[in-house]
């Protein structure tokens, strides 16, 4: 007489081959490819480090130098107030700066509501039409102004067909 309950039946080895080959594909699969991924994000994260550690001292140098005071030999126009007198005559001279810097006037726009009568300042927008390489020679000339307080914003549209340069800047005026 055979004794059953000794028997390996295959359909249960099948099942249980069946049921560890799911268990390797469903759970430890993802796990090692997330594992990959992780490696992969440290290796990057470590490059990006070991970068930022050699730059370093040569960005505390750039910080340090640029700490040092400005020198006192570079030449500024003793600020000058724009009397009531050369403000309407401002179209005019915006124009002059342009032709310096080989550019055209598009407009010029005076902003009524940022007149700072109490310090004395007038915000200015002017867009001028031309070729973006003439930007440095027309920013130098209007630094050059001694009623020029400073430059806000520089906006620089270079597309074919539409190229120009819009400055806000801030006029000294009384």
């Not at 469903?26 to 997330?34: E, H, I, M, S, W």
């Not at 140098?61 to 020198?71: C, E, G, H, N, Q």
């Not at 270079?158 to 806000?168: D, P, R």
Request: proline share 4%; glycine share 2%.
């Amino acid at each position: 007489m055979a004794d059953t309950k000794n028997q390996t039946s295959p359909i249960l080895v099948i099942l249980c081959v069946v049921g560890l080959l799911a268990f390797l594909i469903l759970v430890l699969y993802p796990n090692y490819r997330n594992m990959k991924d992780y490696d992969r994000r440290i290796s990057a994260l470590n490059g990006e480090i070991a970068l930022r550690q050699a730059l370093a001292p040569i960005y505390s140098k750039l910080v340090y130098r640029a700490r040092i005071a400005p020198s006192t030999q570079l030449a500024s126009p003793e600020k000058k107030a724009l009397d009531v007198g050369n403000t309407a005559r401002l179209a005019q001279i915006f124009q002059d700066i342009a032709n310096t810097a080989e550019l055209t006037l598009e407009s010029l726009i005076p902003d009524a509501q940022t007149v700072d009568r109490a310090n004395g300042r007038l915000m200015v927008e002017a867009v001028f039409r031309g070729e973006f390489l003439n930007l440095q020679p027309l920013i130098n000339t209007i630094v050059e102004q001694s009623y020029v307080d400073r430059i806000h914003k520089i906006q620089v549209r270079c597309e074919e067909e539409n190229k120009w340069i819009k400055l806000s800047v801030s006029l000294l005026h009384r």
